[in-house]
């Protein structure tokens, strides 16, 4: 029962006593805030943009080195590989031609 009155008494006396807003209050208390409870900076965009570049890169990069490590030569030449009997086939008919006019 006592506690119940002294609760009755608090919150009465709580409910009666709204202080005035002081802004340079406000400001002291942020600062103290700030001195001894920081948080933690979001770094959600630099996270963001480091990920959206490193999908950018890593597949830009790889392109670019196998374009430079010589899979596209090694096309050209199976293309002249197939190529090459026909062109054969070519060369020893001019060679004939070449023969039958002397």
């Given at each position: 029962m006592w506690s119940e009155e002294m609760d009755n008494r608090i919150r009465g006396a709580a409910e009666n006593d709204t202080p005035a807003y002081d802004d340079k209050t406000w400001q002291g208390m942020e600062f103290l805030?700030?001195?001894?409870?920081?948080?933690?900076?979001?770094?959600?965009g630099v996270i963001l943009f480091a990920l959206l570049g490193l999908l950018?890169?890593?597949p830009g990069t790889?392109?670019?080195?196998?374009?430079?490590?010589?899979e596209h030569i090694?096309?050209?030449?199976?293309q002249q590989s197939?190529?090459?009997p026909s062109?054969?086939?070519?060369?020893?008919?001019?060679?004939?031609l070449r023969l039958s006019r002397t």
């Open positions: 805030l700030d001195k001894h409870l920081p948080q933690k900076r979001k770094r959600r950018i890169a890593v790889y392109m670019i080195t196998k374009l430079s490590s010589g090694v096309a050209e030449q199976k197939a190529a090459t062109d054969e086939a070519g060369i020893k008919q001019n060679m004939s």
